[in-house]
């Protein structure tokens, strides 16, 4: 007779995850694409902006960023956890709830303000890199594109996403900068809970500027792409719709990534506004034209290594940045016409979808070398991201309600009534956008 302790253990079901006993190199491994989404927000275009709004008003614009940042986590949450659930991107989800021509117009849009976006970059990484090392910045323009269109063609996925964690890491060099300036603690409080503030076109702009660069319809159908990639490199993992035992440790995961993703974006825009309203501003130059001049007017008022570490977050954002601007419209477009796409396949297997990739990096590159003013470039970029941002908004958050598409993991409410915030929200911004230009 097999005495009990001879008979063979039960299977064991994935433990929960749990805040218990997470310490930094288990913290960092469970991080994927919320961390590297999060970290995209603020690229070169999101310097600009963010400078511009610390040398124009100061500490006084740093109350949006409280208010972005529960919002921007609700909508990237309903994003991710509809590539989770159902196994599709989120071109794919909509598709269900848009005619089909709604959706190709709306990607048609998110295609282009993503290749403005990606020139007007690119500009600012190559102006970085003459700023730093010397040289001439359209060699470094070309050189930085090259890099980026060839990780993304030849690298493997595993090892690509893991270059583009690692590189989340060079937005510490913004906070960095935290330390080798005078800051204005007390002004910064106030400008958090009591901003001094007149209602005006410039205030009103600039506030509709935060939000787009902060809450971009890119990074809706980026975060919810690379989770089905995540479903697709592991054999064991599944949609949640399929595996629903395997939905407690996921949905815990992408929520920890997500706010995680979240407030690294959140945390350097703050460290952005308040070194330039602590060193611009402060030195009365309140115009910003690029990232690039942003890192330049530092150099006199915060110090070489000020501008050293501003100008390496210029160049290591936008690397970072590349690829999530040109992977997020092929996923897009590639999804919405059905094609096979995933950076998970070789080019010859998903010829569409790289080809989308490819397009956007050389158009973005022939825009940097175009007379165009790259400020006046993003600023279109942001309203074409401002009105496409609003229905794919809308149609994502009611897919996420849906158990026709959800089944049993149709989001939270609390979440359904911050996601449905943000859309009016990015409404309100676009009209304003209108009114006030």
Known sequence: MTSLSELPSPPRAPRPITWKGWRGAAVFKQL??????????????????????GAQFGYNMLWSMALTYPLMSAVQLVSAQIGRVTGRGLAQNLK???????????????????????GANLAAMGAAGSLAIGGPSSLYTVALAGVSLTLQLFISYESYAAYLKWLTLVLLAYVAVLFVVEIDWAAVGSGFVAPKLTLSGDTVTMVVAIFGTTISPYLLFWQSSQEVEEIERKDE??????????????????????????????????????????TLHASGKTEIGSAADAAEALRPVAGDFAFELFSLGIIGTGLLSLPVLAGS?????????????????????AAGFYSVIAAATVLGVGISFTPIDPMKALFWSAVVNGFVAVPVMAAMMWVGSQRD?????????????LGWGATLVMAAAAASMAVFR
């Open 237 to 278: 993992d599944k949609p949640l719709r399929k595996a629903p035992e395997q939905a407690d440790r996921q949905l815990q995961r992408i929520r920890l990534d997500t706010f995680v993703g979240m407030a690294v974006s959140n945390i350097v825009a703050i460290a952005i506004i308040i070194s330039t309203a602590a």
């Open 329 to 349: 419209a092929a996923y897009a477009l590639g999804e919405a016409q059905g094609w096979k796409c995933g950076l998970e396949n070789k080019p010859w297997e």
């Open 96 to 118: 269900n709830v848009l005619p089909k021509w709604a959706v190709l117009g709306l990607v048609a849009l998110l295609f282009i303000a993503n290749t403005i976006n990606i």
């Open 32 to 53: 994927g694409p919320g961390l590297i989404t999060g970290a995209a927000d603020d690229d070169p275009s999101g310097i600009a902006t963010y400078s511009q709004a």
């Open 405 to 417: 598409s959800m089944g049993r993991f149709v989001t939270d409410r609390f979440v359904r009534i």
